[in-house]
Nanobody, 121 residues
């Protein structure tokens, strides 16, 4: 089993920056991919970015490119999402998720509880 715990959310003004973290514990060596998702009030959950734990390959949703950066620190079992140029539309609960199935990387078996990011105008 793997446990994921997010932190770093909070209130920030439009145009500001924030970094959220996702710390993994347990059988972390079983993971192949870690992703950040977000869900805004009244909207569906959406993928923000993901990173491979095998080759560090990255993927960003087009609307996030240039503003958000996903990275990881193996020594801390932590994946970060650095967000800049934040807009009120970025207000959401940000959750990290992890996949351990190398044959179906899009299935995220493990989820954190989420951290609230609120961007004021």
């Amino acid at each position: 089993q793997v446990q994921l715990v997010e932190s770093g959310g909070g209130l920030v003004q439009a145009g500001g920056s924030l970094r959220v973290s996702c710390v993994a514990s347990g059988r972390t060596n079983s993971l192949h991919r870690v992703a950040w998702f977000r869900q805004a009030p009244g909207k569906d959950q959406e993928l923000v970015a993901r990173i491979s734990t095998r080759d560090d390959s990255l993927y960003y949703v087009d609307s996030m490119k240039g503003r958000f950066t996903i990275s990881r620190d193996n020594t801390k079992n932590t994946v970060y999402l650095q967000m800049s140029g934040l807009e009120p539309e970025d207000t959401a609960i940000y959750s990290c998720a992890a996949s351990s199935n190398p044959y179906n990387l899009g299935v995220y078996r493990y989820w954190g509880q989420g951290t609230q990011v609120t961007v004021s105008s």
